[in-house]
């Protein structure tokens, strides 16, 4: 528990530090494989946080978003459904969050809060272009992901971030024992999968 608060404050730091836009600054990506019991995580997390949920494919993908939708509001939670804004809907999710190879060609204004993936500058300009709330830039540190994205780097990142005209969340890699690093790199706050499991 005590990594999460920490992780916690350092999202709110950068939100801070950014400007204070109006969008969580602590994102929790659920994964298949990592993460298959993302309820048990969503429970823990401070009120606040965004959960973005993208186990595509999966059978049970509308009954873990229902109970998902569920705890955020218990817990003044953001839940965030991967590249499906019916499944949104249905679930009274508060948004949709896009991957980069899957970015529609106009935001969706059903949608209160949408979020996008980027994986390089071309990527944060699309994501603007197309009217994203904010961007996810990954992968920032080396990564466990299979996304096969190599590693940006804290610096290219930055760049990237500073010069993005929206707000830039880091992805890939974070944890508790580099989330300092981010401060003062023009972030407005950060996610993670695997620095959820580290409590």
Known sequence: MASIHALAAQAARLNRDAGAPAIPALYFFTDPVRTPDPAAIAKRLPRGAAIVFRHFGAENRYAVARDLAAIARGRGLSLLIAADPVLAARVGADGVHWPERQFPKRRDHAAPLVTATAH??????AARAFGADACVLAPVFETRSTSGNPPLGLFHASQMARGANMPVIALGGVHGRNARKLAGRGFAGLAAIDAFLET
Do not use: W
């Open 120 to 125: 390089g500058a071309e990527g944060i300009v």
